[in-house]
């Protein structure tokens, strides 16, 4: 049974970090692309940065480009999201997706992933 978790989201003051954590069981992480998503109540999910198999390719969207840093450690089974200079509209519900699909490139479309987490909440206050 596969599963992720994230952690590592939380309460920050508009322009502070936090480091996102994606923990990935029951399958190879290591053939896996894999993706962060956001969604704020109202509206809809929000492609936030993917990143492929092996690194050696990552997407961001635009909004958070510069700001955001997707990484991945394939040995730890586990994928980080640093984000910087944090804004109040940054403020949702953040998920990490898995695509085992690896020979595939990474995506922007959500329904391209088809494991998710359950997401952790970022709270930027202004």
């Known amino acids: 049974q596969v599963q992720l978790v994230e952690s590592g989201g939380g309460l920050v003051q508009a322009g502070g970090s936090l480091r996102l954590s994606c923990v990935i069981s029951?399958?190879?992480?290591?053939?896996?692309?894999m993706a962060w998503f956001r969604q704020a109540p109202g509206k809809e999910r929000e492609f936030v940065a993917a990143i492929s198999w092996n690194a050696g390719n990552t997407l961001y969207g635009d909004s958070v480009k510069v700001r955001f840093t997707i990484s991945r450690d394939n040995a730890a089974n586990a994928m980080w999201l640093q984000m910087n200079s944090l804004e109040p509209e940054d403020t949702a519900l953040y998920y990490c997706?898995?695509?085992?699909?690896?020979?595939?490139?990474?995506?922007?479309?959500?329904?391209?992933?088809?494991?998710w987490g359950q997401g952790t909440q970022v709270t930027v206050s202004s």
């Open positions: 029951g399958r190879s992480f290591s053939v896996s692309n």
């Open positions: 997706a898995a695509d085992f699909r690896a020979w595939r490139n990474i995506a922007r479309e959500a329904k391209e992933y088809n494991y």
